[in-house]
């Protein structure tokens, strides 16, 4: 076994390899850009080494600078996490002339895996079944469009050297083909440096499945099941889970038995996953999948825990031992599914704004009870890379954590998930917290009616992250500013009193008290009135209809709020004239407006168009004095890994564009000043 690795990587897969080595006694080194300086993967590692600046082509990407760092602190092995340099073949060739054991496969398997194009040409004579698609080197668009055409639409456009759904465009008629293409190139060659790409017939109601490899050195392979994949959104997986839901034995032998004939085919060593799309002909009838090869990832996948939960297994572990030339630790035999295991990726982002990413610090952080990577009797399990007081910068993926939950049974595991996303309280930026519930608790989800359409086609049911109303939430509030008002006269002074006139409860010698709240929720105002009788006894009047109010503190710190005849447990936490409210039938913002302090301001933005956020102009599809109309792309933007289109907000004519492509902007920076028309 290894003594010290580096591990090339950030987040939360620097701070899970970080805790298998510790466990192994292997020493650790990390490296980090100038945004991670106080990250919390440098903090758990024994040493680190600085690499550059904030952007991944200035830090994470530089494989000089990461191999000087390994050699400079003594490191035998480099692990490259995923992402970044994982499935580069020139930084595993370069590790190696450097004397340093790169901990995945060999760069042959890589370089052989790594293009879309060449790993279908090669599975096809192993024998690995393949959707219809082009895969030759010819790039020439109009070749493209007529073999897309010869397909048959719709199809998918896929980036070759691609991955993580960057690069990937569905196209549904011929006529949109040419843009998707540019788009798509435009990506890729800005994601991997190559804008080669390939197409696919797009498989109707497809899942996506696929199968854990893992190879050694020594001629031993295994599969170690497989991971539904199919809830995605922008061609990114939200939720896996393990086993797939409805796979019968038969095609899990044969789904593994092809996994394996893939990583034979090319000498593979290590943890990798063969991806299969698989075509259905309705949801309840398993027998009919069939199912096709896709791409090869030739790394540690972002879901592997959800295999170590059904197999009890530590796959970081697996890595070191047959990295440093041990055999795989079991056979094929001794493998078995324990349960079932679902993961879901909290990610910064607004799911009711087309998921566009978002930047902020971590001002509340709040986990469920869980454990590390080793399975707890109470099955949950969270996987992070920042801590409450972090900043989500624009420089890297919008992955917050991952969530992930064991149950004996999928309905048990669907029911610990979604108590787990309860439990998990974010405040100072958006997340998908809400969203992940809504897909949980689905009547699709929950029955496994699962294909990678599965958001788009159950939206009305998912979207509108506010599902809790009004009177709760109002209610919850209140109930946290007298909780506080009461917290803070209890407070004695030196001698050990208390001043009854500091009591801010409302009481009156004549008559109940009246106060009055401006509130603004979900984008309207509204009028919310507290009155307390002399006997202590509370009422609210909302938009005219009046409730019982009642309330008190719990031992875990939250408030039993009771409003009519409903009632919730709720933990609202206040950052200035704003409130997020969380319970366990949702969680929602409201705003306490003081009226005084905003005299004057002017909302209007008519006639601006601004950057939702930090990152990079890519391109303006309009010039000054162009006339647009309503929800006409007219800019592109590049953040968090990702391309976003920027569309006119009504008709108008563009009177100046503000910037240039290749441009840095801040967000809410004017990009284009728009005229009415």
């Given at each position: 076994?290894?003594k010290k690795?580096?591990?090339?990587?950030r987040g939360?897969?620097a701070c899970?390899?970080?805790?298998?080595a510790?466990?192994?006694?292997?020493?650790?080194?990390a490296?980090?850009?100038?945004?991670d300086a106080?990250a919390?993967?440098v903090?758990?590692?024994?040493e680190?080494?600085?690499?550059?600046?904030s952007a991944?082509?200035d830090?994470?990407l530089?494989w000089?600078?990461?191999?000087?760092?390994a050699q400079?602190?003594g490191?035998q092995a480099?692990?490259?996490?995923?992402g970044f340099l994982s499935?580069?073949?020139?930084?595993a060739?370069a590790?190696?002339?450097?004397g340093?054991v790169?901990?995945g496969p060999?760069?042959?398997a890589?370089?052989?895996m790594g293009?879309?194009?060449?790993s279908k040409q090669?599975?096809?004579?192993?024998?690995?079944?393949?959707?219809?698609?082009y895969?030759?080197?010819?790039?020439?668009?109009a070749?493209?469009?007529r073999?897309a055409?010869?397909i048959?639409?719709p199809?998918?456009i896929?980036a070759?050297a691609?991955?993580g759904?960057?690069?990937m465009?569905a196209?549904?008629?011929?006529?949109?083909?040419?843009a998707?293409?540019a788009?798509?190139?435009?990506?890729a060659i800005?994601?991997f440096?190559d804008?080669?790409?390939l197409?696919?017939?797009?498989?109707q109601?497809?899942?996506?499945?696929?199968i854990q490899?893992f190879?050694?050195s020594h001629g031993?392979y295994?599969?170690l099941?497989?991971?539904?994949?199919s809830v995605?959104?922008?061609h990114?997986?939200v939720l896996?889970?393990?086993p797939a839901?409805g796979?019968?034995?038969?095609?899990?032998a044969r789904?593994?038995?092809?996994?394996v004939?893939?990583?034979r085919?090319?000498?593979?060593?290590g943890a990798?996953?063969?991806?299969?799309?698989?075509e259905?002909?309705?949801?309840?009838?398993?027998e009919?999948m069939?199912f096709y090869f896709?791409?090869?990832?030739?790394?540690l996948q972002?879901e592997h825990p959800?295999?170590?939960a059904i197999?009890g297994?530590?796959?970081v572990?697996?890595?070191?031992?047959?990295?440093s030339g041990?055999?795989?630790p079991?056979?094929?035999?001794d493998l078995?599914?324990?349960?079932?295991a679902i993961?879901?990726?909290i990610c910064?982002?607004?799911?009711d704004?087309?998921?566009?990413p978002?930047?902020g610090?971590?001002?509340?952080?709040?986990l469920p009870?869980?454990?590390?990577?080793?399975?707890a009797a109470?099955g949950?399990r969270v996987?992070?890379g920042v801590?409450e007081g972090?900043?989500i910068?624009p420089?890297?993926?919008?992955?917050v954590?991952?969530l992930i939950?064991?149950?004996?049974?999928?309905?048990?595991?669907?029911?610990r998930?979604?108590?787990a996303?309860?439990q998990t309280?974010?405040?100072?930026?958006?997340?998908?917290?809400?969203?992940?519930?809504?897909v949980v608790?689905?009547?699709?989800f929950?029955?496994a009616?699962l294909?990678t359409?599965l958001i788009?086609?159950?939206?009305?049911a998912l979207?509108d992250?506010?599902k809790?109303g009004?009177p709760?939430v109002?209610a919850a509030?209140l109930?946290?500013?007298?909780d506080?008002e009461?917290r803070?006269?209890?407070?004695r002074d030196a001698?050990?009193?208390?001043d009854?006139?500091?009591?801010?409860d409302?009481w009156r010698?004549?008559?109940?008290?009246l106060?009055?709240f401006?509130?603004?929720?979900r984008?309207?105002?509204?009028?919310?009135?507290?009155?307390?009788a002399h006997g202590?006894v509370l009422q609210?009047?909302?938009d005219?209809?009046?409730?019982a109010?009642?309330f008190a503190?719990?031992a875990?710190?939250?408030?039993?709020?009771?409003l009519g005849?409903?009632?919730a447990?709720?933990?609202?936490?206040q950052m200035?004239?704003?409130?997020h409210?969380?319970?366990?039938?949702g969680a929602?913002?409201?705003?306490?407006?003081?009226?005084?302090a905003?005299?004057?301001?002017s909302?209007s933005?008519a006639?601006r168009?601004?950057a939702?956020m930090?990152?990079k102009v890519?391109?303006?599809s309009?010039?000054?004095?162009?006339q647009v109309?309503?929800g006409q792309?007219l800019?592109?933007?590049?953040?968090?890994?990702m391309?976003?289109?920027?569309?006119?907000?009504?008709?108008?004519?563009?009177?100046?564009?503000?910037y240039?492509?290749g441009?840095?902007?801040?967000?809410g920076a004017?990009l284009i000043?728009?005229?009415?028309a």
């Open positions: 076994m290894f690795i580096l591990i090339a990587n939360e897969i899970r390899v970080a805790e298998t510790r466990r192994l006694a292997v020493q650790t080194v490296v980090y850009s100038d945004a106080q919390k993967h903090a758990a590692c024994d680190s080494v600085y690499i550059g600046g991944p082509r830090s994470y530089r000089e600078a990461i191999i000087e760092a400079a602190t490191a480099v692990h490259p996490g995923y499935e580069n073949e020139d930084f060739k590790c190696a002339a450097a340093l790169f901990i060999p760069p042959s890589i370089l052989a293009l879309k194009a060449e090669l599975m096809e004579k192993a024998g690995v079944p393949l959707v219809p698609g895969h030759a080197a010819d790039q020439d668009p070749l493209l469009q073999e055409d010869r048959g639409y199809v998918l896929k070759s691609g991955g759904g960057k690069g465009r196209v549904e008629r011929s006529e949109d083909f040419a998707a293409l788009s798509c190139k435009r990506e800005n994601s440096g804008d080669a790409v197409i696919e017939k797009y498989v109601r497809p899942r996506h499945i696929e490899v190879g050694d031993n295994v599969y099941f497989e991971r539904d994949c995605q959104r922008r990114q997986k896996e889970e393990a839901p796979m019968t034995e038969a095609m899990r789904m593994g038995e092809a996994a004939a893939a990583a085919a090319v000498n593979y060593v990798g996953t063969v991806e299969f799309i698989v259905q002909t309705a949801y309840d009838q398993p009919s069939k896709m791409e090869m990832n030739t790394r972002v959800v295999t170590e197999t297994l530590d796959l572990e697996w890595q070191l031992r047959v990295a041990e055999p795989l079991l056979a094929q035999a078995q599914i324990q349960g079932h993961e879901a990726r910064a982002e607004n799911p704004n087309n998921f566009l978002a930047t610090t971590l001002q509340v952080y709040g009870v869980c454990t590390s990577f080793e399975r109470h949950v996987d992070s801590r972090d900043t910068s420089f890297y993926d919008s992955m954590a991952k939950v064991h149950g004996k049974t999928r309905a048990e595991a669907l029911a998930m979604d108590a996303l309860a309280h974010i405040v100072g930026l958006a997340t998908n917290v809400q969203f992940l519930r809504h608790t689905s009547t699709a929950s029955k009616e294909d359409a788009q086609r159950e939206a009305a979207f992250q506010t809790l009004l709760m109002a509030l109930s946290h500013l007298m506080s009461t803070a006269f209890e407070k001698r050990g009193w208390t009854p006139w500091a009591r801010r409302g010698s004549h008559g109940p008290s106060r009055s401006m509130m603004q929720f984008g309207a105002p509204h009028t919310v009135v507290l009155t307390r202590g609210l009047l909302i005219g209809s009046s409730y109010l009642s503190s719990t875990s710190g939250a408030l039993d709020v009771r005849t409903q009632r447990l709720a933990r609202v936490y200035g004239e704003v409130a409210v969380f319970t366990a039938q929602a913002e409201i705003t306490v407006v003081d009226a005084l905003h005299a004057g301001e909302r933005d006639g168009l601004t939702p930090p990152g890519v391109s303006f309009v010039k000054a004095g162009d109309s309503k792309p800019a592109v933007m590049e953040a968090m890994k391309e976003h289109t920027i569309a006119a907000p009504s008709d108008g004519v563009v009177a100046e564009l503000l240039a492509p441009d840095q902007v801040a967000e004017e000043k728009l005229e009415a």
